[in-house]
Nanobody, 129 residues
Framework: QVQLYESGGGSGQAGGSLRLSCQSS????????MGWFRQVPGKMHEGVAS???????SYIDSVKGRFSVSKDNAKNTVYLHMNNLKPEDTAMYYC???????????????????????WGQGTQVTVSS
């Protein structure tokens, strides 16, 4: 089982920036697809962005141009860079891993728990106006 540890959440003002980190217990080069999700109370997980083992990245429309994903294989860490934060970005943010092949794209993000088997504990992001 893959252990994932998110960090970097916190509180900020609208327009500000945060960087979330997701450290894996295994070599992330061996993980086909890493995803970032967020969840607000009473709602399902929402896929935010994904990055596959080749570095191909997908984003949901609401974060395009504001969020970016990167990874450092040497540190087994995936990052979510969040810029121009908005109050509606307030949520618990999770990273997740999808092993095996198939797709790693917006379609995978929409499927969420159905295709991403391993999840971190989450880190809270709160954005005030």
């Amino acid at each position: 089982q893959v252990q994932l540890y998110e960090s970097g959440g916190g509180s900020g003002q609208a327009g500000g920036s945060l960087r979330l980190s997701c450290q894996s217990s295994v070599d992330i080069a061996s993980l086909y697809c890493m995803g970032w999700f967020r969840q607000v109370p009473g709602k399902m997980h929402e896929g935010v962005a994904s990055i596959d083992s080749d570095g191909d990245i997908s984003y949901i429309d609401s974060v395009k141009g504001r969020f970016s994903v990167s990874k450092d294989n040497a540190k087994n860490t995936v990052y979510l860079h969040m810029n121009n934060l908005k109050p509606e970005d307030t949520a618990m943010y999770y990273c997740a891993a999808k092993r095996g092949g198939g797709f790693c794209d917006s379609g995978s993000l929409r499927k969420g728990e159905a295709v991403f088997a391993d999840w971190g504990q989450g880190t809270q992001v709160t954005v005030s106006s």
